[in-house]
């Protein structure tokens, strides 16, 4: 069964850069048949895409938030990371990780989710 | 403001049927892309719950079904049951955003 597992600090200062990783686990992040995403959701509102990897290394941002954003991708650790630099109080949200098939095309397995919360 | 417009909150009884809407425009679901739907329940991480516009994932139950029609699609719950009062998201793509995933903003659905 394939899990996804975030992590990271729950708490950021703000102007500083937030940063967690997926883990996944039960699956391969190297096949090709999958992107790999991060999706934010504040607290009390909705969904939000920040943007997909693929294994190979290739990225795809939300234009929104594109100059502060960074995926990157570990393969050799089953791990894919986010970095949201610059953040501010309205960065504060629910992070959730997924999987993505590239055929199906809807988020079919999510990792739990971690609060990341931005105060001095 | 998101991409694709639903309704704030819908209710029923249990036993009836309701209907979520999914309004979009001719750059996401008018232009052929496909629409998936999300379940979330309180305090959970979302669940796909309808993919390529009327498809159920294995385990979905039947009274999950979508449409959609145009720059619109729908999410239909049929025997409306106390356990299906959660969050619904539709989601889909837009070549504005360079085929980027886009998401509706929710609709809570409350069962009487």
């Known amino acids: 069964q394939l899990q996804l597992q975030e992590s990271g600090p729950g708490l950021v200062k703000p102007s500083e850069t937030l940063s967690l990783t997926c883990t996944v686990s039960?699956?391969?992040?190297?096949?090709?048949?999958?992107?790999w995403g991060w999706i934010r959701q504040p607290p009390g509102k909705g969904l939000e895409w920040i943007g997909n990897?693929?294994?190979?290394?290739?990225?795809y941002y939300n234009p929104s938030l594109k100059s502060r954003v960074t995926i990157s991708v570990d393969t050799s650790k089953t791990q894919f990371s986010l970095k949201l630099s610059s953040v501010t109080a309205a960065d504060t949200a629910v992070y959730y990780c997924a999987r993505l098939p590239i055929t199906a095309a809807g988020f079919d397995y999510w990792g739990q989710g971690t609060l990341a919360t931005v105060s001095s | 403001q998101s991409v694709l417009t639903q309704p704030p909150s819908v209710s029923g009884a249990p036993g009836q049927r309701v209907t979520i809407s999914c309004t979009g425009s001719s750059s996401n679901i008018g232009a052929g892309y496909d629409v998936y739907w999300y379940q979330q329940l309180p305090g959970t991480a979302p669940k796909l719950l309808i993919y390529?516009?009327?498809n159920r994932p294995s385990g979905v139950p039947d009274r999950f079904s979508g449409s959609k029609s145009g720059t619109s699609a729908s999410l239909a719950i049929t025997g409306l049951q106390v356990e299906d009062e959660a969050d619904y998201y539709c989601?889909?793509?837009?070549?504005?955003?360079?085929?980027?995933?886009?998401f509706g903003g929710g609709t809570k659905l409350t069962v009487l």
């Open positions: 390529g516009n009327s």
């Open positions: 989601q889909s793509y837009d070549s504005s955003l360079s085929g980027y995933v886009v």
């Open positions: 039960g699956g391969s992040i190297s096949s090709s048949s999958y992107y």
């Open positions: 990897i693929y294994y190979s290394g290739s990225t």
